[in-house]
């Protein structure tokens, strides 16, 4: 029996902290926004790496998603970016969030006031 449980403890999956957005600039183009976003996780490679992250609204509509397509482990915490984002006339605030390959979307939330 003893077998059994080590067995299943070491085939459960082992659950990364979620990822978290350090922070998050934006920048206004025209009618559309860029997100620049530093994302943090501790990553082990290919099997648990963020992801992904979104901007939403304030509602928890997608307004934008940027796919991250290869684990960075060795670059901690790091910025990628995000341009196109239409975001609704009047919108004084948006959230953006961030996915791992393993848990899906964070929880948490980080709160963007546009300027």
Not at 28 to 37: E, L, Q
Not at 65 to 89: C, D, K, W, Y
Request: overall charge negative; cysteine-free.
């Amino acid at each position: 029996m003893r077998y059994l449980v080590l067995f299943a403890l070491m085939a459960s999956p082992a659950f990364a902290d979620d990822p978290v957005i350090e922070n998050a600039t934006t920048q206004r183009s025209g009618d559309t926004w860029r997100f620049d976003v530093t994302v943090s996780h501790p990553e082990t490679g290919w099997d648990d790496y963020a992801d992904g992250w979104r901007v939403l609204d304030m509602e928890g509509n997608e307004l934008g998603m940027r796919v991250l397509h290869h684990p960075h482990e060795n670059e901690q915490p790091f910025t990628r970016s995000l341009s196109g984002v239409a975001i609704p006339e009047g919108t004084s605030q948006v959230q953006v969030q961030a996915r791992t390959n393993v848990d899906g979307w964070a929880e948490d939330t980080f709160i963007v006031t546009l300027p």
